[in-house]
């Protein structure tokens, strides 16, 4: 039997912007926006108790599944969604994220909290964070 454990981690990620609110909120929530930054969606619901899902992975890899339910939606102002992860069969955490728009006089500030769970070992807050990182680095490139 594996030994469970669980991490728990919070991590802020702030990220600037050279485009509005408005067009940074529309790349969250447009799927064609959002699949040109973030794994394609084989379910999107942008809207309070929608869901997103997906999954995907490296070639002879592990599957990962991204599971989502939208918790909270102020156009241009927030996005909270609580999502679970797993690796192939085995669930690797649990979280809640905040995303947060704030308009600057050059565009906008991205604020991204994530309130995580990392389970049994299988996945590290610091993996994460990395790889939500590369992830908001899409977005600015595609804005």
Known sequence: MNKRSVQHSTFVIERQYEASPEQVFAAWADPSAKAQWFPKAEVFEFRVGGREFNRGGP???????????????????????????????????????TVEFQRTETGTRLLYTEQGAFLDGLDAPEQREHGTKALLDKLGAVL
């Open 59 to 97: 070639p002879g890899g592990p599957i990962y599944t991204f599971d989502a339910r939208y918790e909270d939606i102020v156009p241009d102002k927030r996005i909270v969604y609580s999502y679970v992860m797993d690796m192939d069969e085995r669930r690797i955490s649990a979280s809640v994220v």
